[in-house]
């Protein structure tokens, strides 16, 4: 079936770093989403990317739909303790209707 | 934003017994509604989509005479888990789309299903 690969899996930060990571693909998505997962609830949508090359920012948050449109980077800027949580990337196609696949997610620790 | 509530948010059964868990969209009509499980540190996977008067559509692998789904109204959509065993012990988290897109989809809080 289709999979995205996130990467890293995890990773662990001091608090004010800026932090990268970034979701793959074997197939090509017409959209990609990045959501935010904390302990125990879920997911919450942080940036949509819906055209090859677009790059958008949702405050600290910039995100880019990679150009062969099998990618997608989600950068975080100044990061604070709140960031703590698991980021998902997720893809859709126009041809799976509703349907969003999801990443493994990548596990974010900020050190104070 | 739009609210999507689930109920309960925990719950804890003995094995055989069936467990039911509410979707809720609380300021908004949810033409679709998705059901997702997620075991400790992994990812989301979807079980089935539900479209409001219509048959739910199961993931390949998913029973769908275990994991009964109701969307009878534009709001409430109920996943049954019948005859439970500790296998299907997991975080249940439904979502809600207006039907406008993907990028439509709001997730509820989870239910944390434990089977004993």
């Known amino acids: 079936g289709q999979q995205l690969n996130q990467s890293p899996q995890s990773m662990f930060i001091q608090e004010g770093e800026d932090v990268s990571m970034n979701c793959t693909s074997s197939?090509?998505?017409?959209?990609w989403l990045w959501y935010k997962q904390d302990p125990g609830e879920g997911p919450v949508l942080l940036i949509a990317l819906y055209k090859a090359g677009e790059l958008t920012s949702n405050g600290r948050l910039t995100a880019q739909f990679g150009i062969t449109r099998k990618d997608s980077f989600l950068n975080i800027s100044a990061s604070i303790p709140s960031d703590v949580g698991i980021y998902f990337c997720a893809g859709h196609k126009k041809t799976s209707y509703d349907k969003v696949i999801f990443g493994p997610g990548t596990s974010l620790s900020v050190i104070p | 934003g739009a609210v999507v509530s689930q109920h309960p948010s925990r719950v804890i059964c003995k094995s055989g017994t069936s467990v039911k868990i509410e979707c809720r969209s609380l300021?908004?009509?949810?033409?679709?509604m998705f059901w997702y499980r997620q075991f400790p540190k992994q990812s989301l996977m979807l079980m089935a989509t539900?479209?409001?008067?219509?048959?739910?559509?199961?993931e390949q692998g998913v029973e769908k005479d275990k994991f009964l789904i109701n969307h009878a109204s534009l709001t409430l959509s109920t996943l049954t888990v019948t005859s439970a065993h500790p296998e299907d012990s997991s975080f249940y988290i439904c979502?809600?789309?207006?039907?406008?897109?993907?990028?439509?989809?709001?997730f509820g809080p989870g239910t944390r299903l434990t089977v004993l």
């Open positions: 300021d908004f009509q949810a033409t679709t």
């Open positions: 979502s809600a789309s207006s039907g406008r897109g993907y990028n439509e989809q709001f």
């Open positions: 539900s479209n409001e008067g219509s048959k739910a559509t199961y």
């Open positions: 197939s090509i998505f017409n959209t």
